[in-house]
């Protein structure tokens, strides 16, 4: 009986749903995402029986998890600048101290990843390099998203924190 409660909350709340998940993150699709995984979590056979309820629970937890996202977004902008496209960068653009810098750089990002436990490693890899998205990570390992946030988090910020140490020694 809570089941059919908690879909026809969710049934007839989803586009309220969307849209204030779209004002916090500011992308409707990525608002479609963080709903889609907030139903996921109350559908749960351990969630659907405690949640009394369901629409408080649904909001609370969209807001959390578009939260989630708008701070590793802006942690990420803060911390790695985007890399210039290869059509626009030229030879004569650097000089060799930077192309030096930049390949000293890339051996700390290598060393840091092979620092790192292997489940974690690797969700930085598919995350960087892969473009998956936290909830195709979580689904590759069969965990939570949040647990696919933090093992993304801490690798990026593990490499972060190395490539920092290493401008620090070179200076």
């Known amino acids: 009986m809570q089941e059919k409660i908690a879909l026809a909350v969710y049934a007839e709340q989803r586009a309220a749903l969307i ?13 479609e995402d963080v709903v889609q995984e907030a139903w996921l979590r109350l559908n749960r056979p351990e969630a659907t029986g405690a949640v009394e309820q369901p629409l ?8 959390n998890l578009a939260l989630d996202i ?4 802006t942690f990420e902008r803060r911390t790695f600048t985007a890399l210039p496209d290869d059509n626009v960068l030229s030879a004569s653009t650097t ?7 930049g390949r000293q750089d890339l051996r700390q990002v290598a060393a840091a990843l092979d620092e790192l436990p292997e489940r974690t490693r690797k969700a930085v890899e598919l995350y960087r390099f892969h473009d998956y998205r ?6 590759h390992f069969g965990i939570s998203v949040g ?5 993304v988090f801490d690798g990026l910020d593990h490499c ?3 490539i920092r140490r290493g401008k620090a020694a070179r200076k």
């Open 70 to 73: 708008v701070r590793r977004s």
């Open 56 to 63: 408080g629970y649904l909001y609370r937890t969209v807001r």
């Open 134 to 139: 936290l909830k195709d990570i979580a689904a």
């Open 147 to 151: 647990l696919a946030h933090k093992l």
């Open 19 to 31: 849209d204030y998940a779209a004002g916090i993150i500011g992308s409707r699709e990525a608002a």
């Open 95 to 101: 000089s060799p101290e930077e192309t030096l810098s």
């Open 160 to 162: 972060r924190q190395r």
